[in-house]
């Protein structure tokens, strides 16, 4: 989704405003574009496309001396990817960045329209930038210029403007969409939609909240709300730069699943004492009164909610419902105080299950979020939140967030279960025991990898695969299916296996592929089955499973665990690098899939 950058001082800002894009670029984006406004000039390019592209284009520019930049990486929601759509947007003197949608901006532009005002662009975004001028016409600050303008806009964003009548300070506003003002000691000032373009910048940073709006200078921050000002609270800003970097894979979507081993120890670190489950985040929590959970997410986080509606009914003895965030938003949900409403989000931005979870909490729920990252949006609004800890995830296609964050449901049901008196201790035992050794089944084996890479040059034709798989499979089934079309662009579902006779059946052929998920520990026979029935219709069978399986066409053993969340998380990686041998084969751009975004901030 967007990303947007902006710098106040003397640095040279081209390089600086370039490299934070570069940090966002995992957020998706299909255009970028910079603004300088120095010594009363302002240069401006725009590029479609990579960022390299607009690099090539600002090669020659360098901007020494004090001066005002604003960055933006640009993920078409209201006009096609081009370079007039891309921001910045201006006026006559003025130029704006947007993240998020202007709800009312066609009422605003047919307004400015018949005043005479012509737009370039096809974006909502540019009517930002042409009210702002229209105030300045009528005589006002640039300041009340900027606050009527801000007071006029209906929906979500993250605005930075600069303008030539205000030529040492940038104007910002927040609502709904991630926006981070930074400082340090050198009286630089800096803007991201996120920490990491400002970390090795700023020594502290504003956590921005919805309604606030302002300007900075060199000098000061004038930070207001409701037309109040307000005292900025500034938050020390980790400044240990530990960015990935690719550590000799080719991808990092590769090199997250490689981690995966090590970030679910991070997970489960001080979260098993004495054989028990311990969340320190939930220390005051009390679920007596919860008789139900409903969780709420989008994509993968959703794959990951369904997988743990199982272990919550099951290890917990909790009544347990799953809801896709853009259904659940405008079904008018009955909800009743006696439900958790838990989140699920690796970004903690998605537009979406922010709105769900505003929903819940307005609703009067008690509200828990399962996040990545801390300090997201969702991480502020939630009562309380456990991270994941998966680090960050630059892979548009999410793998070790994933991980993570199945890892925190089944602990998190254990944690239910022993809160209401449902925990057994031998069943306690046993799940700790798996539960230590997922760092142990998530390290990935060459052979295997290297025998997926060898397999996968037989599947880059037909007309689809099918996942199947049953019980907590099944959710495995549909993320094997969601990464596999993610980034290869192939036709897959995920389907429960027993669900293949009522209809799906019928599209059993050679060129159809079947990826069956056959764990030992879990339905084995009903699966096998299954299997059978599609193999007697000819379809290609690529069977994951501990037991040999005379019927399949290709075959991944695995090892014979006794826990089905082991048998789960093997095969889960095994799922992923078919996905990421698949994509490499067909010269696809594995970490940044087209059309994709790493964080979807628009509904
Ligand atoms: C986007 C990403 C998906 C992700 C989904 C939900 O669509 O491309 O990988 O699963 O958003 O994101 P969240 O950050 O809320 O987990």
Not at 258 to 268: A, D, G, K, P, W
Not at 287 to 299: S, T, V, W
Not at 390 to 412: D, N
Request: one cysteine or more; a negative charge; hydrophobic letters at 40%.
């Amino acid at each position: 989704m967007c990303g947007i950058v902006g710098y106040i001082g003397k640095r040279e800002k081209r390089e600086f405003l370039l490299d934070g894009l570069k940090e966002l670029e995992y957020r998706g984006y299909d255009s970028a574009g910079i603004a300088v406004l120095h010594q009363s000039e302002i240069n401006y390019f725009k590029a479609s496309g990579k960022l390299d592209n607009l690099t090539e284009k600002t090669k020659d520019f360098r901007s020494l001396g004090f001066g005002i930049g604003i960055a933006h990486t640009r993920w078409a929601t209201h006009g096609k990817p081009t370079e007039i759509n891309a921001h910045p947007h201006w006026g006559e003197f003025s130029f704006v960045i947007h993240n998020g949608i202007i709800e009312n901006y066609m009422e605003i532009k047919k307004e400015l329209q018949g005043e005479g005002v012509s737009f370039l662009s096809q974006t909502d975004s540019e009517v930002i930038v042409h009210l702002f001028e229209k105030y300045i016409k009528q005589n006002f600050t640039a300041q009340v210029a900027f606050e009527k303008t801000i007071n006029s806009l209906k929906g979500a964003y993250a605005i930075l403007l600069i303008s030539k009548i205000a030529p040492e300070s940038i104007f910002f506003a927040k609502n709904a969409v991630p926006l981070i003002v930074g400082r340090n000691a050198k009286d630089e000032l800096f803007f991201g939609s996120s920490d990491a373009p400002l970390i090795g910048f700023a020594d502290e940073v504003i956590y921005l909240e919805d309604g606030s709006y302002g300007w900075a200078n060199e000098k000061e921050i004038n930070l207001y709300k409701n037309s109040q000002k307000m005292q900025p609270n500034f938050k020390l800003l980790n400044s240990s730069k530990i960015y990935a970097q690719k550590d000799g894979f080719r991808f990092f979507m590769e090199k997250e699943i490689y981690e995966q081993s090590i970030v679910t120890s991070e997970t489960l670190m001080g979260r098993i004492k004495d054989d028990k489950v311990f969340f320190e985040e939930l220390s005051e929590y009390d679920f007596n009164d919860i008789e139900e959970i409903k969780i709420c997410a989008c994509g993968t986080s959703y794959h990951a909610a369904l997988a743990s509606s199982y272990l919550f009914e099951r290890i917990a003895k909790i009544r347990c419902s799953v809801e896709i965030a853009s259904e659940f938003r405008y079904k008018e949900p009955l909800l009743d105080k006696k439900t958790l409403f838990l989140i699920i989000s690796q970004s903690g931005e998605t537009a979406d299950t922010l709105q769900a979870l505003k929903m819940a909490k307005k609703a009067g729920l008690k509200t828990l979020a399962v996040c990545n990252v801390d300090n997201s949006s969702i991480v502020r609004i939630s009562d309380v939140t456990i991270l994941t800890r998966a680090g960050i995830e630059k892979g548009v296609a999410s793998t070790k967030a994933f991980a993570t964050q199945v890892l925190v449901l089944w602990l998190l049901s254990l944690h239910v279960a022993r809160s209401k008196g449902k925990l057994s201790e031998d069943l306690c035992k046993t799940e700790i025991k798996a539960l230590r050794g997922v760092p142990t089944v998530l390290k990935v084996n060459e052979e295997l990898h290297e025998k997926l890479h060898r397999l996968s040059k037989r599947y880059l034709h037909g007309h689809g695969f099918f996942f199947i798989g049953r019980d907590i499979f099944f959710p495995l089934a549909l993320e094997g299916a969601l990464k596999l079309k993610e980034i290869s662009y192939l036709h897959a579902e995920g389907y429960p296996a027993g669900e293949m006779k009522h209809g799906p059946i019928a599209l059993a052929d050679s060129t159809l592929f079947t990826v069956a998920l056959m764990p030992q520990t879990l339905l084995y026979d009903k699966i096998k089955s299954n299997v059978e029935e599609l193999s007697a219709r000819d379809a290609t069978i690529l069977a994951i499973s501990p037991k040999e399986f005379a019927l399949a066409d290709d075959f991944i053993k695995t090892q014979p665990y006794e826990h089905p969340m082991s048998e789960f998380f093997e095969m889960m990686v095994i799922t992923q690098l078919l996905a990421l041998e698949i994509s490499v084969r067909l010269g696809n751009d594995v970490d940044m899939p087209r059309n994709l975004a790493k964080s979807v901030t628009v509904e």
